[in-house]
Every structure is written in structure tokens, then in C-alpha cells.
């Protein structure tokens, strides 16, 4: 993953060009990634003229691959900062299709039944929504970021191992609406708690319809305070001045012992960026 350089000059005096800087803006807090290809566990390397070293990445929880919108990544000391400003909930957008039902629960699998959907109304459709909203009971995807023996479902699945579901666990879904309903397909728009999938979610709307259903398109509009609209920084805007724009924005989000807080380096020479009120 390469962060691109602007050639305009940068905030407090540094050449924008100079990748020292770069590396301590990145330090600072989280980050949104709206390409749904970006590889999240990468390192990002700073070669600077005095020394060279690797800043820590991790994100804010994971995205399926063939989904889209907030992924909130914590660079350097931003990463300890993930769990407590990602406490909130996560709003998604999904469209979902009638009729078909994949090994996924989405577009990206093996369709494994079809079912008539023509005697499906929109009434029908928002009844259901009801026993879908609140704290309710939901079977992981056997195609998920869950763990067996240290290994994920989803690579055992692909080896064509045999996989047994995990037993039903208690999630949390604030809202639950439908915004557009145009058979074969329907789409949502849903907020719920962490631990919470959208894919089972179509495929059980599917069974209560008495028919099948599977996602085909997901993105995540919102996760803790960060919005797709408000904060995420598309590729074409990796320059320095981009990113150190982001990260005054997102000064607001942080908590408040922290927004008045000047960060320490790991290295004494260099500049410290100070997340202090302006």
C-alpha cells in the first residue's frame, strides 16, 4: 500500500514530499478506506534520510471482500485507540435478491437453491423486518472470519474441509428498515451492535419468506463515529496535505482525555503532532 506525496508545501513548515512526516501524521489516530480491495494487514515502511522503520496497522473490524464503505484503520499509536472509539454501532446498506441462496449468503458463492418468490408483497416483506429488529438469535456464516482451531471458517471452507456452524449467538439490531422494494430484489438499510451479520440476515429473511434470499451487495455506511459521507479519504486523496487535513477532522471524534493530549514519539529528534484544540 503507497501513500502518494503532494508537492505543495505542508502544514508547520515540512516539505510534503519529506516521508518523516508522512509517518508521524499516520501515527496519529484512525483512518477509513472506502477501496473494498484494500489489503488491511499490509506494513507501511517510511524511509526517511536518518532511519527506517515499520508502523503498525489494524483495523477497526472486518469487511467482507466483496463488500464496500467504512473501514476504520488505526496507524501507529492509532491502533490502541480503536477499541474504545469503535464502541458504537455499525449502519450498513444491503440489497438483497430473492429466489436464490448461495454457500456464501452472497453473490460471491455457489448458488445451492432456488426457490418462487412471485407471491412476495412489499407488506410481506416489511411484516418480517419486525422479528429481525431488537436483541435477537443469529447462526454465523459458515463463510466468516470466525475461528476454529486458530484457523478461519472461511479458509477451512475453501480447502473443503468440513465445517460445522457455530451455535446461535445473541446480536443486537437498533434499526431495520426497507428503503427500495423492486422483486427479484429489496434493499435495506440497518444498524445493529457488533458481531452482527448481514448476509445471515438476508438468508434468514429469505427462510421466513419461505423462500431463499442471498446478499448481493453490502456497504457499511457508518462504524463508531465514522461515516462514509463525512470521513472517509478515497485513494485519488493520499497526499500529505489530504491526510493531515483527515486527521484535524477526525480531532473531534477523539475521546475527550485524549483530544487535549500531545502524543509522544518513540524517537526523541522527532517532531511530536499534538492533537490539542486549535
Not at 133 to 153: C, F, N
Not at 205 to 224: F, P, Y
Not at 253 to 275: D, I, N, Q, R
Request: proline letters at 5%; glycine letters at 10%.
Amino acid at each position: 500500500m503507497r501513500f502518494a506525496t503532494a508537492e505543495s508545501s505542508s502544514p508547520a513548515g515540512h516539505n510534503a514530499g519529506d516521508p518523516s512526516l508522512l509517518g508521524e501524521l499516520l501515527e496519529c489516530g484512525p483512518r477509513d478506506s472506502m477501496d473494498p480491495h484494500a489489503r488491511t494487514e499490509a506494513g507501511v515502511q517510511t524511509n526517511g534520510n536518518k532511519r527506517s522503520r515499520v508502523l503498525k496497522i489494524g483495523h477497526g473490524g472486518t469487511l467482507d471482500s466483496a463488500a464496500a464503505g467504512v473501514l476504520v484503520v488505526g496507524i501507529g499509536k492509532g491502533t490502541k485507540m480503536l477499541s474504545t472509539m469503535l464502541s458504537g454501532s455499525k449502519k450498513y446498506t444491503a440489497v438483497g435478491l430473492l429466489g436464490k441462496a448461495t454457500d456464501t449468503l452472497d453473490a460471491t458463492g455457489k448458488v445451492t437453491e432456488e426457490k418462487p418468490f412471485d407471491q412476495i408483497t412489499k407488506r410481506d416483506l416489511e411484516n418480517v423486518l419486525q422479528k429481525f429488529t431488537g436483541d435477537i438469535m443469529q447462526v454465523p456464516p459458515l463463510y466468516s472470519a470466525l475461528k476454529k482451531d486458530g484457523e478461519r471458517l472461511s479458509t477451512l471452507m475453501k480447502r473443503g474441509e468440513a465445517v460445522e456452524a457455530k451455535p446461535a449467538r445473541p446480536v443486537r439490531v437498533y434499526s431495520l428498515s426497507l428503503q427500495q422494494f423492486q422483486p427479484p430484489l429489496f434493499t435495506l438499510d440497518v444498524e445493529c451492535g457488533g458481531g452482527f451479520y448481514v448476509r445471515s440476515l438476508v438468508n434468514d429473511i429469505g427462510k421466513e419468506l419461505s423462500t431463499c434470499a442471498t446478499m448481493q451487495e453490502l456497504t457499511r455506511t457508518k462504524h463508531g463515529p465514522f461515516t462514509l459521507e463525512e470521513h472517509v479519504l478515497y485513494e485519488d486523496k493520499w497526499t500529505i496535505d489530504e491526510i493531515a487535513r483527515s486527521l484535524e477532522h477526525c480531532t473531534s471524534l477523539l475521546p475527550g482525555e485524549l483530544s487535549h493530549k500531545k502524543l509522544k514519539t518513540e524517537h526523541p529528534s522527532e517532531t511530536a503532532v499534538s492533537w490539542e484544540d486549535k
